[in-house]
T-cell receptor, first 115, second 114 residues
Framework: DTEVTQTPKHLVMGMTNKKSLKCEQH?????MYWYKQKAKKPPELMFV???????INESVPSRFSPECPNSSLLNLHLHALQPEDSALYLC??????????????FGAGTRLSVL | GENVEQHPSTLSVQEGDSAVIKCTYS??????FPWYKQELGKRPQLIID?????GEKKDQRIAVTLNKTAKHFSLHITETQPEDSAVYFC?????????????FGAGTQVVVTP
């Protein structure tokens, strides 16, 4: 099973709303990632968790708040977003191990629209 | 930090012809080079990857070549089919403790016409 599951698939929110994106994997991966992807652009790394601890924050605004409650689950909490935050949000995970850790498996993404 | 350049940005090919996409990278410490295919509205999917101890890797109609000296790597698709139409991203990463932090290329839109 190489499945990374993201919910919801689509999300529309106002600038004052609070919402959360969810990502789940059951592959035993101990690194999980959040990416933001604009149309026709490559994914941009936002956060990396390794062994449930935040190891990389790519200077993401505080209106995005990640959380990793356990080794299978990754959340992204959203608050007071701006219209320019509208994008596809992708989750990915990778296996621990010297060589395998590079291989990232992506979820299908959450398409977010901020009105 | 690492910088990856990808060319061309768009590529139109006739069905059955070959397609080649090229990427160059700047950091000589990079040692893992994946290629992802992303169809419209879908997730990026790993189609092939290569590590720096290998010069070439093939998987059916897809091959990747790596020239470490020149710091460039290429994706080759032979006998293209309409289902090969997608955006292709190359990436590079190194063996730091950064858990596979990728630097992606800008992407190539491939259109295969029947």
């Amino acid at each position: 099973d190489t499945e990374v599951t993201q919910t919801p698939k689509h999300l529309v929110m106002g600038m004052t709303n609070k919402k959360s994106l969810k990502c789940e994997q059951h592959m035993g991966h101990r690194a999980m990632y959040w990416y933001k992807q604009k149309a026709k652009k490559p994914p941009e790394l936002m956060f990396v968790y390794s062994y449930e601890k935040l190891s990389i924050n790519e200077s993401v605004p505080s209106r995005f708040s990640p959380e990793c409650p356990n080794s299978s689950l990754l959340n992204l909490h959203l608050h007071a977003l701006q219209p320019e935050d509208s994008a596809l949000y992708l989750c990915a995970s990778s296996h621990p191990g010297q060589l395998a850790k590079n291989i990232q498996y992506f979820g299908a993404g959450t398409r977010l629209s901020v009105l | 930090g690492e910088n990856v350049e990808q060319h061309p940005s768009t590529l139109s090919v006739q069905e059955g012809d070959s397609a080649v996409i090229k990427c160059t990278y700047s950091d000589s410490a990079s040692n893992y080079f994946p290629w992802y295919k992303q169809e419209l509205g879908k997730r990026p999917q790993l189609i092939i990857d290569i590590r720096s101890n290998v010069g070439e890797k093939k998987d059916q109609r897809i091959a990747v070549t790596l020239n470490k000296t020149a710091k460039h790597f290429s994706l080759h698709i032979t006998e293209t089919q309409p289902e090969d139409s997608a955006v292709y991203f190359c990436a590079a990463s190194g063996t730091t403790d950064s858990w596979g932090k990728f630097q992606f290329g800008a992407g190539t839109q491939v259109v295969v016409t029947p």
